[in-house]
């Protein structure tokens, strides 16, 4: 689910997006098909104003990026993962609620 200020990215775009970004990444995996994922993306829209300049916030469909999914072992979803110079410092499974989750971002910055 792709809010205000949340980039959508795609298997073809990850790399560049997500492993070479110059700042912290969240990425939120999701599925359109997937309740508690749409319930968590206000908050992840809201994380990607407030951390403007600070954290680069992703979403990435699982069922369009399979591939990424399998190589983050993506087994349930909404799973968040935050990347910091390529490579995961973070992982959160299912919703959480705002001030967990600024707690967790917080944990990369």
Known sequence: MSGKGVLQVTQQDFDQEVLKADL???VDFWAVWCGPCKAIAPLVAEISQEYRGRLKVCSLDVDNAQQIAMTYGIRSIPT?????DGKVVGQKVGALPKNRLQEFV????
């Open 24 to 26: 912290p990444v969240l």
């Open 80 to 84: 968040l993962l935050l990347f910091k």
């Open 106 to 109: 917080d944990t990369a910055l």
